[in-house]
């Protein structure tokens, strides 16, 4: 069983800045991914930054040089440091990871349940 819990939503004015973290726990024998994901209204969800092991970084050309991603292996935490936010960017964030439980053959997708983030227009 895994767990990702995201916390750092918010409200927020346009121009300013946020920082989103997930956390994830269980019987995990290793990450391959660790992501963030977003779902605005009416929208289908959106890959927003990822990091892969041993693959590095990428971002959706909406957010570079706005968003950074940063991982932390030996926590199993991510987050995502959001600058410069615009109204466009008002969604639920949703952090997703790939990981291999322990005593598992594959790796899996997992989900967070989402974080709201809401920039005024």
């Known amino acids: 069983q895994v767990q990702l819990v995201e916390s750092g939503g918010g409200l927020v004015q346009p121009g300013g800045s946020l920082r989103l973290s997930c956390a994830a726990s269980?019987?995990?024998?290793?990450?391959?991914?660790m992501g963030w994901y977003r779902q605005a209204p009416g929208k289908q969800r959106e890959l927003v930054a990822d990091?892969?092991?041993?693959?590095?970084?990428n971002y959706a050309d909406s957010v570079k040089g706005r968003f950074t991603i940063s991982r932390d292996n030996a926590k199993n935490t991510v987050s995502l440091k959001m600058n410069n936010l615009k109204p466009e960017d008002t969604a639920v964030y949703y952090c997703?990871?790939?990981?291999?439980?322990?005593?598992?053959?594959?790796?899996?997708?997992?989900w967070g349940k989402g974080t709201l983030v809401t920039v005024l227009s």
């Open positions: 990091d892969t092991s041993g693959g590095g970084t």
């Open positions: 997703k990871s790939v990981i291999r439980v322990v005593g598992g053959l594959n790796v899996m997708p997992y």
């Open positions: 269980g019987s995990i024998a290793s990450i391959v991914v």
